[in-house]
């Protein structure tokens, strides 16, 4: 895929490894404008809005987790279940970047996050070339499920994944993964925390600042989309 050049940010964007251990929020303001994104993955930062005291949208806050979810590559493993369920489905790459982020915000799901001005910014990022998706879709020809994430050198960061039928979002995961894998060089998958979910596929916990250590030795590899 052809990446265009993002311009360098106007906000000078803090080093979490400057951070109170164990705090996710490292700073709050700035913009969703796609050169500050872009900026922030770069140093191990990404955007998402604070709960205000009624439950609603806050600041916009920079986070860097500790520990940090990752799923290493080499420990994902496809059960015999996952596999069979693998079958019915279709799988793409970047047909519909949009339709996978719309899914992924979908406003019934709990702690939906995802705002028309995030899939603004991260449709915009797609479309230079440095956001992607893996869209699965059902033999009606319906997407079933998928997830999105950006891509820069050798860190892939997770974002959301979806389903609409049962093992969906596991087959995209396990479809990224086999890529990721096919391809040379240091590669990080972030998946910001690890939850039950991710944990099942194999992720781990590591702390900030060896993600950050790993960040960096990924950085100068080639991408693999």
Request: include cysteine.
């Amino acid at each position: 895929m052809t990446r265009a050049v993002v311009p360098p940010s106007r906000w000078a964007l803090p080093d979490p490894r400057d951070a109170e251990p164990g705090n996710d929020v490292v700073a709050v303001g700035a913009d969703l404008e796609p050169s500050t994104v872009f900026a922030a993955y770069q140093r191990g930062l990404f955007p998402m809005h604070l709960v205000d005291r009624q439950g609603g949208q806050g600041e916009l806050a920079w986070w860097s987790p500790d520990p940090r979810g990752i799923l290493p590559l080499d420990a994902v493993q496809v059960s015999r279940s996952l596999a069979k369920s693998a079958r019915r489905f279709q799988v793409t790459v970047d047909t519909a970047f949009d339709d996978v982020m719309l899914g992924c915000a979908d406003r019934g799901r709990e702690r939906g996050w995802i705002t028309a001005e995030f899939r603004a910014t991260y449709g915009e990022l797609h479309r230079l070339g440095w956001a992607h998706s893996i869209e699965v879709w059902d033999r009606d020809g319906l997407l079933a499920g998928g997830l999105y994430g950006i891509e820069i050198g050798g860190l892939f960061a997770g974002e959301s994944m979806f389903h609409r039928k049962r093992d969906a979002s596991k087959v995209a995961l396990v479809s990224l993964v086999e890529r990721l894998r096919s391809c040379p060089g240091v590669r990080v998958m972030d998946v910001q925390w690890r939850t039950d979910h991710l944990a099942s596929l194999g992720a781990i916990e590591v702390p900030r600042q060896q993600y950050l250590g790993m960040l960096d030795r990924a950085l100068p590899t080639a991408p693999c989309f």
